[in-house]
C-alpha cells in the first residue's frame, strides 16, 4: 500500500515531463529529491515516459556525481576537499569524521544517520576547512570541533527520534 | 534614514549571517521610523563575515564578524546613537567625502570593481535595486541603438576575453556565432564552477544576478539568439534560487520574453542544474549535458558558433565574460580599455585562498602582480609565514613559486609560467605545503574527473597517479621523474578536451620549480616541507599538552606513554605514521615535522 502510494506520488511529480528534449537530468533530480536516492522504479519509470532505453539513464546516473543508486543517511556529510581546504588540513578533518562515525567516504552509518561523502570545493574557501551538513555549512573546523558538531547532530536526532521530518537543521 | 545592509552570500550565511540578519530585523522593525533593513551578497572581504554594513548618504560603514550581541551594540550605539564604534569588528569607513579609513582599507581601494560593480551594494532579490543602480542601461542602449553588428563592434572594441580561464576574445566569438545562418541559435552561460578554490561565479551569481541575464540578452540580441540556458552547478543552492527569483522578476518587468522592453526582440532563458561533474565546465561536455546525456565532449570543428547545443549555433560565455558585458554597453569600449594591458583590458576577479590573510574575491586591473594581489590585498601569510607559491588555475593550473612575485597577472605572463590565468582561483600557499603532495592532489581530482573518453586521460592520468603516490610514501625510484615528464606530454597531445590537455600542469609546474623536493623524497625518503604523513615524525608539543590520555587511548600501536594529566610523548621507534593522535586530540598539540 504504501509503495503504491508512493509510486502515485512520484509520478504526480513527473507530470511536468512535457517531452521536451534535454530533460532526463532534471527527472533523476526530480526523483532523487523526492526518495533521497534513485530507486530502481523511478528508473523504470523514467524510461517509460521518456522512451529513453533504462541502460542509457544508467549510465547517465554513473556518470554524474550527484546521483545515488542506494538511500542516504538522514545527515548527508559533505566533507569539502578543495584546494584550500586540503591546504588547511582537509585530511584531518575526513579523518576524524570517519573515525567518530566508523565509516568511510561513501558509506552510510547502521543507524541511518549519516552518510559520508566528499565535495570537490563548495565554495566557502575564505572558511576552510569546511564540511557540509545537508545544507548547513560549518566553516574553520578542527578534529575536536568536528567531533562536537557530529556529536550534536546525533544529540539532537536521539531528541526528534520520533519526529520522521527530515529538514535542513542548524546546530 | 540609515540603511543596514547584511552580508548574505554563502559565505556570510555559513558564518552565522542569518541570526545576525534575524536579531538586526527584530531591532530594525521596532525602529522602522530612523533605519531600514536590506540583505545583500558577498562584497569580498569573506574573511571578515558575518559583515554587515551601515549606509547613510554617502557615507558608508562596515563591520566584520557580527554576531547577534554585537549586532546589537551595532545597532544601539552606531545607529540609534551615530556613534561609530572603534573596536576590532570596525573593518572599513567610506566617508561621505571619499576619505577611507579602517583595518581592511587596502583590500577594498586597491580595486577596480566592475564585474563586482553591485556585489555587496544591492539587494540580489531585487530587481528594482539592480535598475536604481543602472541595471538594464546598457540592455536599452543595445536594444533601442544599436544594431546587432554595433554591439559585437563594441565588444571587439572593449577588448574583452574569455574570463573562463582560455582568455578568447568575446568579440570574435560573438561574430562567428553571428555569422552562422540558423532559424534556432543559442546563448549558454557557463557557470559550472568546478575548479576547486575558486569562488569568483558563485559570488556574482548569488550577488548580482540580473547583471549576468542583462549581458546574456545583449548577447542574444548581437548572434540573433531566441533561447539561452544557464548552466550551474548543484552545489550552488543559493545562486540557483537567486537567478531563479531574478529570471521570474525579468519576465515580469519586460527584460525576458516576448517584444523585450517594445523592441520586438524575443529571448527567453532557462536554468540547468549540473549533476557534479567536472568535465561539464568544458563547452561541448556541457552542452551533451544540457542535451540529458554523459557530459562527455565532442570532437571541434565544428565549433559551437556553428554547431554547438542540438547542432544549433551557439555562443557560450562564462558568469563573469556575461557581467562585464553591461558595463562595456553602458560606458563604452575605451572607458574599459582605460584598464588593464594593452592586450588583456578590464579587470579580473580573484579568489584568494588557502594560507593568505584576507581570503576572499579581489577584482583588480588586469596586469596588476601577483605580489600586490598576495600582499597588498591579501594581507600576506598567515600566522607569519613564509610565502611559497600560489597555485592558478585549479586542476588545470600550476604552480608559481614565491620568487616570481613580481609576474603581472595578465594572459601571457601567467601562460609563460607554466600555469594559466584559469578562472581566477587563486590559492596561496605557505612553506608547510609540500609540492609533490599538491601535484598528487591535483593529479587524484582530474583522474576522478576524467570522462573516460580518451585513453591517455583516462589512464595516463592514473599511472602519473600511481607515481605521485608512490613518491609521497617514500617509495620512488629514481626514473620516476622522467617519466612523469614523458607521460604529461603524452597526456597532452593524445586528449580530446581541455580537461586532459591541461591535467598535467600541476605535475609539470611543480617539477620545474621544485625539482629538489621531489629528489628529497625519491633519494632521501624526505619530505622537505613536512606534510607527506609517511615521511615526517609525529610530535607533541609540551606546552599545548594537558594530559588527557586520549591520543594514548586511540593509538593501534601503543605509540604514546604518558600519564593522566601529564604531557604525552611519541615514541617515535613505535609510531606507524597513522594520524590517529592528531584527529583525537581536542588541543591541537600533535603536530608532525
Same mark, same amino acid.
Given at each position: 500500500?504504501?509503495?503504491?502510494?508512493?509510486?502515485?506520488?512520484?509520478?504526480?511529480?513527473?507530470?511536468?515531463?512535457?517531452?521536451?528534449?534535454?530533460?532526463?537530468?532534471?527527472?533523476?533530480?526530480?526523483?532523487?529529491?523526492?526518495?533521497?536516492?534513485?530507486?530502481?522504479?523511478?528508473?523504470?519509470?523514467?524510461?517509460?515516459?521518456?522512451?529513453?532505453?533504462?541502460?542509457?539513464?544508467?549510465?547517465?546516473?554513473?556518470?554524474?556525481?550527484?546521483?545515488?543508486?542506494?538511500?542516504?543517511?538522514?545527515?548527508?556529510?559533505?566533507?569539502?576537499?578543495?584546494?584550500?581546504?586540503?591546504?588547511?588540513?582537509?585530511?584531518?578533518?575526513? %579523518?576524524?569524521? %570517519?573515525?567518530?562515525?566508523?565509516?568511510?567516504?561513501?558509506?552510510?552509518?547502521?543507524?541511518?544517520?549519516?552518510?559520508?561523502?566528499?565535495?570537490?570545493?563548495?565554495?566557502?574557501?575564505?572558511?576552510?576547512?569546511?564540511?557540509?551538513?545537508?545544507?548547513?555549512?560549518?566553516?574553520?573546523?578542527?578534529?575536536?570541533?568536528?567531533?562536537?558538531?557530529?556529536?550534536?547532530?546525533?544529540?539532537?536526532?536521539?531528541?526528534?527520534?520520533?519526529?520522521?521530518?527530515?529538514?535542513? %537543521?542548524?546546530? | 534614514?540609515?540603511?543596514?545592509?547584511?552580508? =548574505?552570500?554563502?559565505?556570510?550565511?555559513?558564518?552565522?549571517?542569518?541570526? $545576525?540578519?534575524?536579531?538586526?530585523?527584530?531591532?530594525?522593525?521596532? +525602529?522602522?521610523?530612523?533605519?531600514?533593513?536590506?540583505?545583500?551578497?558577498? /562584497?569580498?572581504?569573506?574573511?571578515?563575515? #558575518?559583515?554587515?554594513?551601515?549606509?547613510?548618504?554617502?557615507? @558608508?560603514?562596515?563591520?566584520?564578524?557580527? !554576531?547577534?550581541?554585537?549586532?546589537?551594540?551595532?545597532?544601539?550605539?552606531?545607529?540609534?546613537?551615530?556613534?561609530?564604534?572603534?573596536?576590532?569588528?570596525? &573593518?572599513?569607513?567610506?566617508?561621505?567625502?571619499?576619505?577611507?579609513?579602517?583595518?581592511?582599507?587596502?583590500?577594498?581601494?586597491?580595486?577596480?570593481?566592475?564585474?563586482?560593480? !553591485?556585489?555587496?551594494?544591492?539587494?540580489?532579490?531585487?530587481?528594482?535595486?539592480?535598475?536604481?543602480?543602472?541595471?538594464?542601461?546598457?540592455?536599452?542602449?543595445?536594444?533601442?541603438?544599436?544594431?546587432?553588428?554595433?554591439?559585437?563592434?563594441? /565588444?571587439?572594441?572593449?577588448?574583452?576575453?574569455? @574570463?573562463?580561464?582560455?582568455?578568447?576574445?568575446?568579440?570574435?566569438?560573438?561574430?562567428?556565432?553571428?555569422?552562422?545562418?540558423?532559424?534556432?541559435?543559442?546563448?549558454?552561460?557557463?557557470?559550472?564552477?568546478?575548479?576547486?578554490?575558486?569562488?569568483?561565479?558563485?559570488?556574482?551569481?548569488?550577488?548580482?544576478?540580473?547583471?549576468?541575464?542583462?549581458?546574456?540578452?545583449?548577447?542574444?540580441?548581437?548572434?540573433?539568439?531566441?533561447?539561452?540556458?544557464?548552466?550551474?552547478?548543484?552545489?550552488?543552492?543559493?545562486?540557483?534560487?537567486?537567478?531563479?527569483?531574478?529570471?521570474?522578476?525579468?519576465?515580469? @518587468?519586460?527584460?525576458?520574453?516576448?517584444?523585450?522592453?517594445?523592441?520586438?526582440?524575443?529571448?527567453?532563458?532557462?536554468?540547468?542544474?549540473?549533476?557534479?561533474?567536472?568535465?561539464?565546465?568544458?563547452?561541448?561536455?556541457?552542452?551533451?549535458?544540457?542535451?540529458?546525456? @554523459?557530459?562527455?565532449?565532442?570532437?571541434?570543428?565544428?565549433?559551437?558558433?556553428?554547431?554547438?547545443?542540438?547542432?544549433?549555433?551557439?555562443?557560450?560565455?562564462?558568469?563573469?565574460?556575461?557581467? !562585464?558585458?553591461?558595463?562595456?554597453?553602458?560606458?563604452?569600449?575605451?572607458?574599459?580599455?582605460?584598464?588593464?594591458?594593452?592586450?588583456?583590458?578590464?579587470?579580473?576577479?580573484?579568489?584568494?585562498?588557502?594560507?593568505? &590573510?584576507?581570503?576572499? *574575491?579581489?577584482?583588480?586591473?588586469?596586469?596588476?602582480?601577483?605580489?600586490?594581489?598576495?600582499?597588498?590585498?591579501?594581507?600576506?601569510?598567515?600566522?607569519?609565514?613564509?610565502?611559497?607559491?600560489?597555485?592558478?588555475?585549479? #586542476?588545470?593550473?600550476?604552480?608559481? #613559486?614565491?620568487?616570481?612575485?613580481?609576474?603581472? &597577472?595578465?594572459?601571457?605572463?601567467?601562460?609563460?609560467?607554466?600555469?594559466?590565468?584559469?578562472?581566477?582561483?587563486?590559492?596561496? =600557499?605557505?612553506?608547510? /605545503?609540500?609540492?609533490?603532495?599538491?601535484?598528487?592532489?591535483?593529479?587524484?581530482?582530474?583522474?576522478?574527473?576524467?570522462?573516460?573518453?580518451?585513453?591517455?586521460?583516462?589512464?595516463?592520468?592514473?599511472?602519473?597517479?600511481?607515481?605521485?603516490?608512490?613518491?609521497?610514501?617514500?617509495?620512488?625510484? #629514481?626514473?620516476?621523474?622522467?617519466?612523469?615528464?614523458?607521460?604529461? /606530454?603524452?597526456?597532452?597531445?593524445?586528449?580530446?578536451?581541455?580537461?586532459?590537455?591541461?591535467?598535467? +600542469?600541476?605535475?609539470?609546474?611543480?617539477?620545474?620549480?621544485? *625539482?629538489?623536493?621531489?629528489?628529497?623524497?625519491?633519494?632521501?625518503?624526505?619530505?622537505?616541507?613536512?606534510?607527506?604523513?609517511?615521511?615526517?615524525?609525529?610530535?607533541?608539543?609540551?606546552?599545548?599538552?594537558?594530559?588527557?590520555?586520549?591520543?594514548?587511548?586511540?593509538?593501534?600501536?601503543?605509540?604514546?606513554?604518558?600519564?593522566?594529566?601529564?604531557?604525552?610523548?611519541?615514541?617515535?621507534?613505535?609510531?606507524? +605514521?597513522?594520524?590517529?593522535?592528531? $584527529?583525537?586530540? !581536542?588541543?591541537?598539540?600533535?603536530?608532525?615535522?
Amino acid at each position: 500500500m504504501k509503495t503504491a502510494a508512493k509510486q502515485e506520488n512520484f509520478n504526480y511529480r513527473l507530470w511536468r515531463y512535457d517531452g521536451a528534449p534535454g530533460e532526463l537530468i532534471p527527472l533523476l533530480q526530480s526523483a532523487q529529491e523526492h526518495f533521497g536516492y534513485i530507486p530502481r522504479r523511478a528508473i523504470n519509470y523514467i524510461a517509460g515516459v521518456t522512451g529513453i532505453p533504462e541502460s542509457d539513464i544508467y549510465g547517465v546516473i554513473t556518470f554524474y556525481s550527484q546521483f545515488r543508486l542506494s538511500p542516504m543517511g538522514r545527515y548527508v556529510i559533505r566533507v569539502c576537499v578543495g584546494t584550500a581546504c586540503h591546504v588547511s588540513g582537509a585530511k584531518q578533518i575526513r %579523518e576524524t569524521v %570517519e573515525d567518530e562515525l566508523g565509516i568511510e567516504v561513501g558509506d552510510t552509518t547502521d543507524d541511518g544517520l549519516f552518510t559520508l561523502n566528499t565535495v570537490a570545493c563548495i565554495g566557502c574557501c575564505s572558511l576552510a576547512p569546511v564540511i557540509m551538513i545537508n545544507d548547513d555549512t560549518h566553516g574553520s573546523l578542527t578534529p575536536a570541533s568536528v567531533r562536537k558538531i557530529l556529536r550534536n547532530y546525533r544529540k539532537k536526532a536521539a531528541v526528534s527520534a520520533d519526529s520522521v521530518a527530515v529538514t535542513s %537543521e542548524g546546530v | 534614514m540609515k540603511k543596514i545592509v547584511v552580508g =548574505m552570500g554563502t559565505c556570510g550565511l555559513s558564518a552565522g549571517a542569518q541570526a $545576525t540578519y534575524d536579531r538586526l530585523r527584530e531591532l530594525a522593525e521596532a +525602529n522602522s521610523d530612523v533605519c531600514m533593513l536590506t540583505r545583500t551578497g558577498c /562584497i569580498g572581504m569573506c574573511y571578515r563575515e #558575518p559583515l554587515i554594513e551601515i549606509r547613510e548618504g554617502d557615507s @558608508r560603514v562596515f563591520y566584520g564578524g557580527v !554576531n547577534p550581541e554585537s549586532a546589537e551594540e551595532i545597532f544601539s550605539k552606531h545607529v540609534l546613537c551615530n556613534e561609530i564604534i572603534d573596536d576590532d569588528n570596525l &573593518v572599513y569607513v567610506c566617508g561621505p567625502d571619499g576619505n577611507t579609513s579602517g583595518s581592511e582599507c587596502a583590500f577594498l581601494d586597491l580595486q577596480e570593481r566592475i564585474v563586482l560593480r !553591485n556585489c555587496g551594494t544591492i539587494d540580489p532579490e531585487s530587481i528594482k535595486d539592480y535598475e536604481d543602480a543602472g541595471g538594464y542601461q546598457g540592455l536599452r542602449k543595445a536594444l533601442t541603438e544599436m544594431t546587432p553588428s554595433e554591439i559585437i563592434q563594441t /565588444i571587439k572594441d572593449s577588448g574583452l576575453r574569455g @574570463r573562463g580561464g582560455a582568455g578568447f576574445p568575446t568579440g570574435l566569438k560573438w561574430s562567428f556565432a553571428a555569422a552562422n545562418e540558423g532559424e534556432q541559435k543559442y546563448v549558454v552561460c557557463n557557470a559550472d564552477e568546478g575548479d576547486p578554490g575558486a569562488f569568483m561565479d558563485r559570488s556574482v551569481l548569488e550577488g548580482d544576478p540580473h547583471a549576468i541575464l542583462e549581458g546574456m540578452i545583449i548577447c542574444a540580441r548581437a548572434i540573433g539568439a531566441t533561447f539561452g540556458y544557464i548552466y550551474c552547478r548543484a552545489e550552488y543552492p543559493l545562486a540557483i534560487h537567486r537567478l531563479e527569483i531574478a529570471i521570474s522578476e525579468a519576465r515580469e @518587468r519586460g527584460y525576458l520574453g516576448t517584444n523585450i522592453i517594445g523592441s520586438g526582440f524575443d529571448f527567453d532563458l532557462k536554468i540547468k542544474q549540473g549533476a557534479g561533474a567536472f568535465v561539464c565546465g568544458e563547452e561541448t561536455a556541457l552542452f551533451a549535458s544540457i542535451e540529458g546525456e @554523459r557530459g562527455m565532449p565532442r570532437i571541434r570543428p565544428p565549433f559551437p558558433a556553428e554547431k554547438g547545443l542540438w547542432q544549433k549555433p551557439t555562443n557560450n560565455n562564462n558568469v563573469e565574460t556575461f557581467a !562585464n558585458v553591461p558595463w562595456i554597453i553602458c560606458n563604452g569600449a575605451g572607458a574599459f580599455t582605460a584598464f588593464g594591458t594593452e592586450k588583456s583590458p578590464g579587470t579580473k576577479v580573484f579568489a584568494l585562498a588557502g594560507k593568505v &590573510v584576507h581570503g576572499g *574575491l579581489a577584482e583588480v586591473p588586469i596586469g596588476t602582480t601577483i605580489e600586490d594581489l598576495v600582499f597588498k590585498i591579501g594581507g600576506g601569510i598567515k600566522e607569519g609565514k613564509k610565502f611559497k607559491a600560489v597555485q592558478m588555475g585549479g #586542476p588545470s593550473g600550476g604552480c608559481i #613559486p614565491a620568487e616570481m612575485k613580481n609576474t603581472p &597577472v595578465d594572459f601571457e605572463s601567467i601562460p609563460a609560467t607554466g600555469a594559466i590565468m584559469g578562472s581566477g582561483g587563486m590559492v596561496v =600557499m605557505d612553506e608547510d /605545503i609540500c609540492m609533490v603532495e599538491i601535484a598528487r592532489f591535483f593529479l587524484d581530482f582530474t583522474q576522478k574527473e576524467s570522462c573516460g573518453k580518451c585513453t591517455f586521460c583516462r589512464i595516463g592520468t592514473l599511472r602519473m597517479l600511481e607515481i605521485l603516490e608512490r613518491l609521497t610514501r617514500g617509495e620512488g625510484e #629514481p626514473e620516476d621523474i622522467e617519466k612523469l615528464e614523458q607521460l604529461s /606530454i603524452q597526456i597532452k597531445e593524445a586528449s580530446l578536451c581541455g580537461l586532459g590537455q591541461t591535467a598535467p +600542469n600541476p605535475v609539470q609546474t611543480t617539477i620545474r620549480y621544485y *625539482l629538489d623536493e621531489y629528489k628529497a623524497h625519491i633519494y632521501d625518503q624526505k619530505c622537505p616541507a613536512g606534510e607527506c604523513q609517511a615521511l615526517v615524525e609525529f610530535y607533541i608539543i609540551p606546552d599545548k599538552c594537558v594530559g588527557c590520555t586520549l591520543c594514548a587511548k586511540n593509538c593501534p600501536v601503543d605509540a604514546i606513554s604518558g600519564k593522566v594529566k601529564e604531557v604525552h610523548v611519541i615514541n617515535i621507534e613505535a609510531c606507524v +605514521n597513522c594520524g590517529k593522535c592528531i $584527529t583525537s586530540c !581536542n588541543f591541537g598539540a600533535v603536530i608532525t615535522r
